[in-house]
């Protein structure tokens, strides 16, 4: 299990920086794990805000792909 920083840039502009874990080192897990699809609207949302970006680093501070 790795543990590493998920970091939300939101359309209102606020920034969330989430301690996540994922079985694997993939950032596109930790996102899914953690954000809302509303299909029939187009859009990604977190606590009821569009995500504009995200990325991942661990605790180093290196990227997560």
């Known amino acids: 299990m790795y543990v ?3 970091i ?3 359309a209102n502009g606020e920034v969330h ?3 996540v874990s994922a ?3 993939d950032c596109q897990e930790a996102f899914n794990q953690v954000i809302q699809i509303d299909e029939g609207r187009n859009r990604v949302t ?3 805000v569009d ?3 995200y990325y991942c680093k661990d605790g180093n501070g290196k990227w997560v792909q």
Do not use: I
Request: no cysteine; aromatic share 16%.
């Open 4 to 6: 590493f920083l998920l």
């Open 8 to 10: 939300l840039h939101l």
């Open 17 to 19: 920086s989430l301690p």
């Open 23 to 25: 079985y694997n080192k």
């Open 46 to 48: 977190y606590n009821g």
């Open 51 to 53: 995500v504009g970006a």
